[in-house]
């Protein structure tokens, strides 16, 4: 069955480097895409970017200049790096299947990673 | 960017009562989606392409909708829908939640 599944540090100081993994079972990366989105706690959701089945990138334009998301296929893994962290970066990270064309969705989440921003 | 704007923010509803839960868009969308989140939990979809159930997803949810205006509905409210409804759009960049309604039981 499909698996998704986040990972990473739990706390990061302010303005360095967030690094996240999001490890795929029951799918391949050539062929699936893949999307980073986070919750700041007691909040709601916002959509950060996507990793198309063809290795394509679209980012949200908010955080566009501090994010990068790419992929190893071989380890089915995507990864999300964001730069310049502030307090208001703190939130749980899902990553998320999307799915469809003409109607699309995100279908599978992973369980969410929690990052906190603090020294 | 698509603002969704989601009514009520909060609302309670009685065991047996019907809810409509709304999304307005600030520019025309082809379809939406409906995620359901329970507290502590990733959102679940609910509601895909505006009006087709998720797999598991109880037929007393029901999804409509075109253009600006999207809603959700449930025909008769139980306990177990106690969370909050997310609207999704994925029509145009950056793909846009609501800022989701908080749905409680009397």
């Known amino acids: 069955q499909v698996q998704l599944k986040e990972s990473g540090p739990g706390l990061v100081q302010p303005s360095q480097t967030l690094s996240l993994t999001c490890t795929v079972s029951?799918?391949?990366?050539?062929?699936?895409?893949v999307s980073w989105i986070r919750q700041p706690p007691g909040k709601g959701l916002e959509w950060m970017g996507v990793?198309?089945?063809?290795?394509?990138?679209d980012y949200n334009s908010a955080i566009k200049s501090r994010l990068s998301i790419s992929r190893d296929t071989s380890k089915s893994q995507v990864f999300l790096k964001m730069n310049s962290l502030q307090t208001e970066d703190t939130a749980m990270y899902f990553c998320?299947?999307?799915?469809?064309?003409?109607?699309?969705?995100?279908?599978?989440w992973g369980q969410g990673v929690m990052v906190t921003v603090s020294s | 960017e698509i603002v969704l704007t989601q009514s009520p923010t909060t609302m309670a509803a009685s065991p047996g009562e019907k809810v409509t839960l709304n999304c307005l868009a600030s520019?025309?969308?082809?379809?939406m989606n409906w995620y359901q989140q329970k507290s502590g939990a990733s959102p679940k979809l609910w509601i895909y392409?505006?009006?087709n159930l998720a797999s598991g997803v109880p037929n007393r949810f029901s999804g409509s909708g075109s253009g600006t205006s999207y809603s959700l509905t449930i025909s008769s409210m139980e306990a177990e829908d106690v969370a909050t409804y997310y609207c999704?759009?994925?029509?145009?960049?950056?793909?846009?939640f609501g800022s989701g309604t908080k749905l409680e039981i009397k």
């Open positions: 520019s025309s969308v082809s379809y």
């Open positions: 990793i198309w089945s063809n290795g394509g990138t």
């Open positions: 998320a299947r999307i799915i469809g064309t003409t109607t699309a969705y995100f279908d599978y």
């Open positions: 029951g799918l391949s990366l050539t062929s699936n895409s």
């Open positions: 999704l759009q994925l029509s145009s960049y950056p793909f846009t």
């Open positions: 392409g505006t009006s």
